[in-house]
T-cell receptor, first 108, second 113 residues
Framework: GIQVEQSPPDLILQEGANSTLRCNFSDSVNNLQWFHQNPWGQLINLFY???GTKQNGRLSATTVATERYSLLYISSSQTTDSGVYFCAVVSGANNLFFGTGTRLTVIP | DAGVIQSPRHEVTEMGQEVTLRCKPISGHNSLFWYRQTMMRGLELLIY????????DSGMPEDRFSAKMPNASFSTLKIQPSEPRDSAVYFC???????????FGPGTRLTVL
């Protein structure tokens, strides 16, 4: 099956700093989503982005499907951004394959 | 819209007991997915329905697990008999079509003693 690799695995930021999270995938995809799993375990949709660039407030994402990677940008980080960020893709089969996540800790 | 609804939110049971998890997808969505999250294996698909029909159940661990979708607004995941290794968070997700954006419920945290 498709491989989904995320980096870095862990990230600690000072509040106000910017960061870039990366997702590499091993095959062409029909769907790519970014999720934030908050400390209470909820999976929150951030972006549905099989290709192109999208922005939502302090967050933006870019997927370059031809080069099989996606980037999630977080600007002016806040403590509420802490949690695990997952990249997930649909390739061939219909289900989402999840990466192992990036654990982000934002310290005040 | 209320989003995907799951119940119960927490379940603690003893080994050997039957467990039933419930999911109500977002109205109008025709694809429903059951995922399981564990520390060891991360998030993985158990089974997927399209238009109430099971399409891919290759992720169901073994015969102790079964899932049904009797209508477009309700699905169940049953474990009988439950074992301690089934302890995990079980998520239900829905989408309009299998390749479109999936929305997740809050999950059911299952603990089997």
């Amino acid at each position: 099956g498709i491989q989904v690799e995320q980096s870095p695995p862990d990230l600690i930021l000072q509040e106000g700093a910017n960061s870039t999270l990366r997702c590499n995938f091993s095959d062409s995809v029909n769907n790519l989503q970014w999720f934030h799993q908050n400390p209470w375990g909820q999976l929150i949709n951030l972006f549905y982005i099989p290709s192109g660039t999208k922005q939502n407030g302090r967050l933006s994402a870019t997927t370059v499907a031809t080069e099989r990677y996606s980037l999630l940008y977080i600007s002016s980080s806040q403590t509420t951004d802490s949690g695990v960020y997952f990249c997930a893709v649909v390739s061939g089969a219909n289900n989402l394959f999840f990466g192992t996540g990036t654990r982000l800790t934002v310290i005040p | 819209d209320a989003g995907v609804i799951q119940s119960p939110r927490h379940e603690v049971t003893e080994m050997g007991q039957e467990v039933t998890l419930r999911c109500k997808p977002i109205s109008g969505h025709n694809s429903l997915f059951w995922y399981r999250q564990t520390m060891m294996r991360g998030l993985e698909l158990l089974i997927y329905f399209n238009n109430n029909v099971p399409i891919d159940d290759s992720g169901m661990p073994e015969d102790r697990f079964s899932a049904k979708m009797p209508n477009a607004s309700f699905s169940t995941l049953k474990i009988q008999p439950s074992e301690p290794r089934d302890s995990a968070v079980y998520f239900c997700a829905s989408s309009f079509g299998p390749y479109n954006e999936q929305f997740f419920g809050p999950g059911t945290r299952l603990t089997v003693l």
